[in-house]
């Protein structure tokens, strides 16, 4: 199988953000808001500032060796290994606990996280590199993540949601059904054997929710080395305990993130995530709920738990674990425990990440390189013979669907242009002016007004018309149809919609291998991927 790769800049496409593209294009405005630019010369230097202390890496390999299991492979226990040297620094992405992946740009996060630390490593041989996913086990949202779209069927679970716990503790004792019919869906294929092989060894068993993610993607992507953090670790947070008492003590982030979001005001910037007096949950057997500031003390929201000031801070000493952080909170926690270098995200995370440097700047934690990730729009090959057959590109693709049948239309047809007839009018109406001048001036706006009206009688007419011939070309206007919604399923990006299953049932590994090789940490655009 052979591919070919178009760039689509994020402009063409009509879908990203400005502040996104802006971030992309280096725009000077928004450079108070970051440390470093997202290049090889940016990359230099945080190399240099990078430092984080040998207690940290060594709690860090210990937590890490104790949590995985005797299935990562070889390179991945090397790379957690190397963590303990003070010249390896991490490459992280993150991303929610997804049913089976959840959306595509999943695994393009983390081929572009495993693709930056092999370019890095090339780059800097003296140095190791190693992707990271950092699993957001600690999300309490269980409707975020308990579906995904397989073959345009929405896969859904309908399991416990521990009352708004972290979804990472949910057990999948509940999950059989859903895996069942995915295994249906998938059918007898040799991918499909494959494939239902590696889902049932990971969503089988007496698992958590964070156990069968992490087995799943080590599956997939453990031969590259990807290490997999869980965070949701009493040793991790006993090394974030001064940032969540300073944040129940001090208030510093929404200080911090208000002043920011001011700023971004006055550039029409408006913040992706909100900071709150306290950026803290209290996790416990009643869930993850929101910690509170009282005149006397500290509440629990939605539960009758307090804390005085005294019995919520020495609870921080004492159970670490029992405090996680919300957004604001989180990228810092992860900069503090991992010798990180970069963070790759989508267009919203890069967004809110430049909500948050002064917070880290108070905590004196380094800010890390903010990478866009990869993005990408796949088209296999009898998608691409049909395109061609109905002259879309992959560029005009991205156009609205109506636009898209009318260019057929007027290509097949001949074009509807009453534009000959209408300068002959103008014509008509030009010497009746004349004559009109001649005897009553006063008469000209009533003519202009006529000749107005049969423009647009000529519109309705061409109207009418372009409808009559889309009726006749009903075949086609509807295989356009079916084409655009394939690619853009419910009005979306294929990459935010369809799961990765359908694709590695036709490639197999290979659609990764093929992902590796067209994506480019570096290049900053949408990849329309072309089977030929």
Known sequence: MSFKKTAISFEETGLFSKVFTDYIKGESYLHPFYQYQPTLAGFKKAIEDCNIDSNTRDVLVKVLKNNSNKSITDATNKNISSLADKNTFTVTTGHQLCLFTGPLYFIYKIITVINLAERLKKEYPANNFVPVYWMASEDHDFAEINHTYVFGKKIEWSGDSLAGGPVGKISIHTLAP???????????????VELKKILVEAYSGNKTLAEATFAFVNALFGKYGLVIVDADNAELKKLFAPVITDDL???????????TDKKLAEHGIGPQIFARDINLFYVNDKGRNRIEKKDDGYAVNGTHTTFTKEQILAEVQQHPEKFSPNVIL???????????VAYIGGPSEVAYWLQLKSVFEYHKAMFPVLMPRNFAMVID???????EKFKLTVKNIFSDTEELIKSYVVSNDGAIDFSAEKDKLKA????????????????????????????????????????AQKQKDEASVNQIKKIKEKLFPEGSLQERHDNFMPFYLQYGEGFFEMLKKEFNPFEYNMAVISEE
Do not use: F, W
Not at 249 to 259: D, E, F, G, P, R
Not at 381 to 387: P, R, S
């Open 330 to 340: 989180r990228p810092l926690y992860q900069q503090q425990i991992l010798p990180n």
């Open 381 to 387: 090959k009898g998608t691409a013979g049909k395109m």
């Open 178 to 192: 859903v895996l069942d019919g995915i295994l249906t869906i998938l059918g007898e294929s040799e991918m499909a």
């Open 428 to 467: 008509v109406y030009d010497e009746i002016a004349l004559k009109i001048k001649a005897i009553d001036t006063t008469l000209i706006a009533s003519a202009d007004a006529e000749l107005q009206k049969q423009y647009n009688a000529l519109k309705v007419i061409e109207t009418k018309l372009m409808r």
């Open 249 to 259: 003590t001090n208030q510093t982030s929404h200080k911090l993130v208000s002043a």
